[in-house]
């Protein structure tokens, strides 16, 4: 059994799409203005993937930064974990990632709880580090939403963009990772879904079998803000009481970046100060499970996040599911 059970967070990457749709360009697409779409979510940009580019690459690219950071190489990963809803391939991507990183010594799977993919998975990894089963551990966050949107409903299709981020986690003698709690409740799910479409084809008399694909993203969004409202600050509070701190001890806020309305009204509720939330909504717009790792990376790039700075983070999304993880930056 290792010894060394504690977790540390020492390096970060991000990738997004080279192309860039701005508000403005929007208005050709459906009947809003730049106006109406930063008043009400905050967002100014959004990444759109082409078709030469894909999940699998744009993960891969947010990796070899992270590994490059955290100073160790991709034969050293021993999992990889991707979480994503919106995998090139149905079965799973994370082993195409694993190839093209050449992490040959690394196991590698898909985890989906769409935007609270990245603290979701952060806790299993978590799980696999503290058991002393791996020691060094690549966690993705990455999505492309631009696949699944309705681009003629204004509605959802102005709030998504592409991207990807990632972490590596590695077993250490001091535990950064302070505490967490994770939430889910499937009786919300009509609220926010990208469902299955059945095409009912008869094989034999008597049996059928249902091919199809999937429809566009739908998304109630009173009832996904009223839900993010309430539930984000409280499952926030209850992972700093596991982590024995309170919100006057964290140095920033990092949210899921869903709605700029959102992020202020989690950090009202909290008492946090503006200055401590970091958001880049309005570069990047909702990347789903990309989002936080994705704001974590810029963060620490530009020198806002120090090391072993606290940083409560939080996702919330389909589902429903939502999470909290309070844990310090570097090793």
Known sequence: ????????????????????????????????????????????????????????????????????????????????????????????????????????????????????????GMVTAAQYIRTGVYQNVLLIGADILSRWVDWGDRTTCVLFGDGAGAVVMQASASDKLLGFELKSDGTQNHFLNLAYVPNTQELAPGITVSKGGYQAITMNGK?????????????????????????????????????????????QRLHVPKDKVISNLANYGNTSAASIPIALDEAVRCGKIKANDTIAASGFGAGLTWGAAIFKWGK
């Open 223 to 267: 009832e996904v803000y009223r839900f993010a409202v309430q539930k984000v600050p409280e499952v926030i509070d209850k992972a700093l009481f596991r982590a024995h701190l309170s919100a006057e001890d964290i140095d920033w806020l990092l949210l899921h970046q869903a709605n700029q309305r959102i992020l202020d009204a989690v950090a």
């Open 1 to 120: 059994m290792q010894q060394n059970t504690g977790i540390a967070i020492t390096g970060s990457g991000s990738a997004v799409p080279t192309a860039c749709l701005e508000n403005q360009a929007m208005t050709a697409l459906v009947e809003t203005s730049d106006e109406w779409i930063t008043t009400r979510t905050g967002i100014k940009n959004r990444r759109i993937t082409s078709e030469r580019e894909s999940l699998s690459s744009l993960a891969a690219a947010a990796s070899l930064k992270a590994i490059a950071m955290a100073g160790i190489t991709a034969q050293d990963i021993d999992l990889i974990l991707l979480t994503t809803s919106t995998p090139d391939d149905l079965f799973g991507s994370a082993c195409q990632v694993q190839a093209a990183l050449g992490a040959n010594h690394a196991v590698a799977f898909d985890l989906t709880a769409a935007c609270s993919g990245f603290l979701f």
